[in-house]
C-alpha cells in the first residue's frame, strides 16, 4: 500500500491550496481517508476525513473552510483548503483506516503517506 500526498506549497493568507493523495494497492472507496497535519513542535492532529459512504467530517478549526472530495476513476483524495491562515502551516498528510464509525485518532490509521508540506505566509 501506498499513499502519495502532494501540493504543498508557499500561500500568502487568505489563499488556497489543493492538495491530493494518490492511493496505490488499495481502493480509496473501501476505506475512511483522513488527512492530519503536523506544525513544527507540535503534535500531529486530525484535519478531517471522508468515509467510505462519501461522508466528510472536519476539526472544528478547519469547518467551512477545508473540503475533502474522492475521485474514484483516480484513486485519489483531494484536500481543498480556502482562506488560509499563517496558522495552518503545517506537514500534511493522508492516511486510510478500515475502522468503522468515527475515525478521528492517528492510531486509527493503518496506512499513511508522506507530508507536504503547506507554509502560510501572514
Known amino acids: 500500500v501506498q499513499l502519495q500526498a502532494s501540493g504543498g506549497g508557499l500561500v500568502q493568507a487568505g489563499g488556497s491550496l489543493r492538495l491530493s493523495c494518490a492511493a496505490s494497492?488499495?481502493?480509496?472507496?473501501?476505506?475512511?481517508m483522513g488527512w492530519f497535519r503536523q506544525a513544527p513542535g507540535k503534535e500531529r492532529e486530525f484535519v478531517g476525513y471522508?468515509?467510505?459512504?462519501?461522508?466528510?467530517y472536519y476539526a472544528d478549526s478547519v469547518k467551512g473552510r477545508f473540503t475533502i472530495s474522492r475521485d474514484y476513476t483516480r484513486n485519489t483524495v483531494s484536500l481543498q483548503l480556502n482562506s488560509l491562515k499563517p496558522e495552518d502551516t503545517a506537514a500534511y498528510f493522508c492516511a486510510a483506516t478500515e475502522t468503522t464509525g468515527h475515525a478521528t485518532r492517528r492510531n486509527q490509521y493503518s496506512h499513511w503517506g508522506q507530508g507536504t508540506l503547506v507554509t502560510v505566509s501572514s
Open positions: 471522508i468515509g467510505s459512504y462519501g461522508d466528510t
Open positions: 494497492g488499495l481502493t480509496i472507496s473501501r476505506y475512511i
